[in-house]
């Protein structure tokens, strides 16, 4: 058994960036190096799609190599046809997080989505919602428009409103539902940059071009492990949520004869750059975030030395305590 050589509860390891960037990889080199110290460390997924069963090949889940390389958590945790919502698996990963904690054990959060990755550390809360209050105000939106109901945040809430678009009532409807709901303004509720649980955050980088070639390797090798069969395999089984990871519609379209696997793939190609474009737009407000160039031939060894300099409370003064202005991450 691997001796606890902490005299304090370890920093989480959060590491992120945009799909295809290397995060599962680094993350578990990173644990055979930490365990090579006598420290034990473990990987908790926070990437929404990788909580469903048998969809493997689609969300790049680690291998079953891999996994038992290093254990992992919150994989393959709920079926296709469930529900996974930020709130609930805050809720999960909080758990893993100080159960690993109390056995002096390392957690290394490994993930893509960036409010998951998140909501595991940071101080956000999840306000619930009401059937009731919804249907009374969109009622209202219809009979009195959109611009009597951002009149009405603007005068209840203009931190809010400041950084709402009038035109989006789908929007402006959650936070007077919020506000109703909570008896506080819904800007009181929003992500604040700042740690409930002590972490240090890695950020892998890469270069346009680099990305964009890691997504069509990465493309290209979904097809060649045989996506089309795990989508033929479940696609009666994909509830709402599970059906949005990017990918699945696409194979669904090309199996109902839309269009041709070549363009579907390509379709998959061309929408996952857009995503990583938008994932490193959406990490980048992060001030915290210690970023690494995704490519450089020392990469465990840089991010082992950020995890020391961290340990080390050479980044305790460096919290952005901010509030994070893209108010429709919580609906």
């Known amino acids: 058994m ?3 050589k902490y005299h304090h509860v370890p920093k989480v390891i959060s590491i992120v960036g945009p799909t295809a960037s290397g995060k599962t990889s680094l993350g578990i ?16 997924n926070a990437d929404a799609y990788q909580m469903y ?11 079953a190599k891999e996994q038992a390389a290093v254990p992992h958590h919150l994989l393959d945790i709920i079926d296709p046809e469930e529900t996974m919502t930020v709130a609930r698996f805050q809720t999960l ?27 595991a550390v940071d101080d956000i809360t999840f306000p619930g919602t009401d059937a009731t209050i919804r249907a009374a105000l969109e009622e209202r939106e219809h009979k009195e428009g959109a611009d009597a109901l951002f009149a009405e945040l603007r005068q209840k ?14 929007r402006t409807i959650r936070a007077l539902e919020v506000i109703e709901l909570t008896g506080k303004p819904y ?3 929003l992500p604040q940059y700042k740690y409930v649980i002590d972490c240090v955050q890695i950020g892998l980088d890469l270069q346009r071009e680099d ?7 990465r493309t290209q090798l979904m097809r060649e492990q045989g996506f089309v069969d795990e989508v033929r395999a479940i696609r009666g089984r994909l509830g ?5 990871a990017l990918g699945y519609q696409q194979i669904i379209d090309y199996l109902d004869g839309v269009w041709s696997e070549d363009e579907a793939f390509a379709d998959i190609a061309q929408k996952t750059k857009r995503l990583a474009r938008k994932q490193m737009g959406w990490f980048g407000r992060d001030a915290r975030i210690h970023w690494l160039d995704a490519l450089r031939p020392d990469l465990v060894d840089a991010a082992l030395a950020l995890v020391d300099a961290a340990d080390a409370g050479e980044f305790d003064d460096a919290s952005a305590d901010a509030t994070q202005h893209h108010l429709g991450t919580l609906e």
């Open 240 to 244: 709402v949520t599970a059906a949005r």
């Open 53 to 63: 069963r048998h969809m493997d090949i689609g969300t790049a889940k680690a291998s």
């Open 93 to 119: 990963a909080r758990q893993y997080i100080h159960d690993l904690q109390s056995r002096g054990v390392r957690p290394i959060l490994v993930g893509g989505s960036g409010l998951y990755a998140r909501a």
């Open 29 to 44: 080199a990173l644990s055979k190096r930490l365990h090579e110290r006598g420290v034990c460390a473990e990987i908790i």
């Open 2 to 4: 691997i001796e606890n």
């Open 211 to 217: 990305l964009d070639q890691r997504v069509e390797l």
């Open 157 to 170: 809430d203009p931190v809010a409103a400041a950084h709402m678009d009038a035109r989006n009532p789908r």
């Open 187 to 189: 800007s009181a509720t």
